[in-house]
């Protein structure tokens, strides 16, 4: 038998305007009840007299779907460490992009349709075979996988993979570095700064980017540096 919460969405009230993460239902209008199987149904239009009103803020990343605060360290950890050991990726960073993207939200889902811990665009999602975004397995193999693509792409330069991951490829290609982007200047220095790719770093578009290179040694240690790593020689990251 499996054991945990099991949750039937009966009805989604998606609130078109508002900030960050799509809200499920208005707060205060979202009812729910256990059945006999023990799996909860929440609706916006009971038509059970055991539905009761879900009280306090409801939504994805507030409310009744939010990850405790103090366990957002910890779950999922296995799986993001084995994940993100097999594509050489630092799990730390993992973590602080898992965060930053959904608070570890696995139903997480922006106002652009990204869904779930690493907040994948469908068609993103596709491409890289994951078939369920909403599973958090799958979502954290495809994201860790697209995430290990650009660090390589970009030559371990963190702060370029970051922007890559929240604005496109393509986006930094064309500005040679970190888009003059604010969301995207954000999203790279708050992920930096929960410890993503080592010391925080100026992303101003008037300023010069900061490059940050992660690399490996001998014994598999990550070592993140300003410096680029000498089988690089002086080649620069774009």
């Known amino acids: 038998m ?3 919460l099991r949750i039937a969405l009966v009805l989604l009230v998606i609130a078109p305007m508002a ?6 239902a208005a707060a205060g209008n979202t009812y729910s009840r256990i059945d006999d199987e023990g799996v909860t149904h929440l609706t916006d239009a009971p038509t059970d007299p055991r539905f009761r009103r879900v009280s306090g803020v409801s939504g994805t990343a507030n409310g009744w779907l939010a990850v ?3 366990a957002r360290g910890t779950r999922w950890a296995q799986e993001i460490r084995e994940i993100s050991g097999r594509y050489g990726v630092d799990p730390v960073l993992v973590h602080a992009v898992i965060g930053a993207e959904s608070a570890f939200n696995p139903w997480a889902v922006s106002r652009k349709g990204a869904q779930g ?3 994948l665009m469908p068609r993103t999602a596709s491409a890289l075979g994951v078939r369920d975004s909403f599973n958090p397995r799958d979502n954290i193999e495809g994201g860790v996988r697209h995430l290990g693509y650009l660090l390589d792409r970009y030559s371990g330069n963190v ?3 970051l922007a890559a991951y929240n604005a496109g490829a393509g986006a930094v290609d064309y500005y040679g570095g970190i888009p003059p982007y604010p969301e995207t200047q954000q999203y790279v220095q708050k992920i930096l700064q929960r410890g993503g790719g080592g010391a925080p770093s100026s992303v101003a578009p008037s300023a010069p980017v900061q490059a940050i290179y992660r690399s490996e040694d001998s014994d598999g240690t990550v070592i993140f540096s300003n410096v680029p790593p000498v089988n ?4 620069s990251p774009r």
Do not use: F, N
């Not at 900030?19 to 499920?24: D, E, R, S, Y």
């Not at 690089?232 to 080649?235: A, D, H, T």
């Open 117 to 119: 811990l690493m907040q």
């Open 2 to 4: 499996h054991s945990g």
């Open 19 to 24: 900030p960050g993460l799509v809200t499920v």
């Open 159 to 161: 702060s370029l993979a």
């Open 232 to 235: 690089q020689g002086s080649k």
């Open 68 to 70: 405790p605060q103090a």
